[in-house]
Structures are given as C-alpha cells and as structure tokens.
C-alpha cells in the first residue's frame, strides 16, 4: 500500500448517548437556573473533559453527602444512586434533580419488581461501580455479585427456586452473554429480563468496533479510564485480535502506534465529546492519515426529555 492510501475510519454510532446527553444537560440547566454552586454526586458522566468544563463552571462533584450544604441544589450523576442515598438527601432538604439514565432507572424498577415478588437477585456488573452500587442499593435485601463466569460456579446463594439476574448497562454483550449462560446452565429456573439490561448505545457502539475491526489495523477509542462502556470498546478490538487504545485526550496518543498501519479505526465511548474526537483526527492527519470515512452503522434518535422544571420553552 502507498502512503496516499492511509486513512481514517470514523466508528457510527459514537460519542455520545442519550443518557449522557440528558444528564449533562441537566447540569447545564440547573447552573442557568439556579447559579453556581451545584451539586453534583459522583462525576456526572465518566469522562474528564466533560466534568473539568462543569468545574469551571461552578459545579462541585462530590461523593458523600456531608460535603453538601444546606438548602444547596444536588444532581444525582447518570449512574444513579442507592434508596439510601434518595432518602438522606430527601431530608436534608436539597433541591434535588435526579439525572440518571431512564434505562438505569428502569433496571432500578426491575431490581424492585423482582424483590417484591420474593426472588433473590444476582447482579452481572462490576464491582465498586457506582451504577452497580445504585442498582444493589434499590432494596433492603441481599444480593449476589457476578463479574465473571469463575464467579458464577462460586456464588453462594439461599436455598431457593426464586432467583433471577439483572445486568450493568453498560458491559460487554459477549461476555454477558456468556455469564447467562453460566448462570442458566447452574440455576436453570432463574428468570431474566426478556432482553439483557445492556443499553442500546452499548449494543450499538460495540457493534461499530466488531464492524471497525473487519476494516482496520488499529482501534482508537476515546474515553476516559473509569468509563465502563469505553473500557469495554477497546476490549471487543484487542479480543478480535486488533490492536487497541483507549486515549483521555489526544494528548496521549504515540505516533509509534501507527507503524506500519494503514487503516485506522476511531471510536468514542458514550460519555466522551465529539470535541475530543475532532483534536484525534487533526492530529492523525498531521501524522499523514489524510483519508477520512464515515463507516455506516445503526441509526441513534433516542432523546430522552429534562426534568419539567428545567425545560426550556424553546
Ligand atoms: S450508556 Fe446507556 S445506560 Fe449509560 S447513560 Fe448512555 S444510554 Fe444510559
């Protein structure tokens, strides 16, 4: 190949969710609304450009509720939160708004549906994760934690017919698919959602580096190092044998990488600006990847509305 042939596959869907997007938003609003400071529990979204910008703007991310104020504003991140947490924050008296993903809450109800019926509930997640930590914190009860399929043949559980699963939104779709069937072959009663609790822009954005993987000799995903969902595309490339980076900001890409590469894929995780995406690309065309093409994948209209109170009537 010539050099003239070197180029830039762009992955569709990228960037961000409608989640994310929602919740940033949320943010946003509440600053115009309200005025700095805001506060917000956990990084809104997982990405650093995103909550540096918001720190400058008068938001103060916080992780235990003794930080905040009285009578301040409190914004619950996109990963949402434990009952616990809803009720101290419902009587310190905040000014709540509750920006976490309608697909998250959705599990959330889940996860309460399943309790009031009497089944003992095993999360596929990962550990420490705030979504996970909010979904576990939904009921007053135990529940078991699985990461892998190691996990699974190890678990302990009550002596029970009533079990069933949910999911992390945001994992990998192989590997989650993999664990149910772990789950099924050891507990074969237990009940599941119709579909996983993985989120469309999950499926949609794992689905662009599998299709980028057929076409390219380097991924680039651009997320931040605790976003689950970035983690995760830069998994499904290195899995598929492609070499794979996840990169912060353009600031951490080594020119070393593309060696002998013709044809890069770039991808951005759900939480990650397109902003961030465009500095990648300039900086790869100065390095001679001159070609840029946008690969074609699903089609993304999802928006999901503001809490009443913040809409604008524009
Ligand atoms: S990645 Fe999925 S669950 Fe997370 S905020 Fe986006 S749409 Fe919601």
Sequence with gaps: MTENAKKIILANPRGFCAGVDRAINIVERALQEFGAPIYVRHEVVH???????????????????????????????????????????????FKIFDATCPLVTKVHREVQRLHDQGYYIIMIGHKGHPE?????????ADMALVETVQDVANIKIPNTEKLAHVSQTTLSIDETQDIIDALKQRFPNIKGPNKDDICYATQNRQDAVKDLTTKCDVIIVVGSPNS???????????????????????????????????????????????????????????????????????????????????????
């Design 132 to 140: 996970v930590e909010g979904t576990m914190g939904q009921v007053d």
């Design 47 to 93: 990405n650093k450009f995103v909550v540096d910008n918001l720190k400058n703007k008068g938001v103060i991310f916080i992780e235990d509720l003794q930080e905040v104020p009285e009578n301040a504003t409190l914004i619950y991140s996109a990963h949402g939160v434990s009952v616990e947490v809803q009720k101290e924050a419902e009587q310190r008296g």
């Design 228 to 314: 689950s969902n970035s983690n995760r595309l830069r998994e499904v490339a290195a899995l598929r044998n492609i070499p794979a980076y996840m990169v912060d900001n353009v600031s951490f890409l080594e020119k070393s990488w593309f060696d002998d590469k013709y044809n890069i894929g770039l991808t951005a995780g759900a939480s990650a600006p397109e902003i961030l995406v465009t500095e990648v690309l300039e900086k790869l065309k100065n390095w001679g990847f001159l070609h840029i093409e946008e690969n074609s994948g699903a089609e993304e209209n999802i928006v999901f509305v503001l809490p009443k109170e913040l809409r604008t009537n524009d």
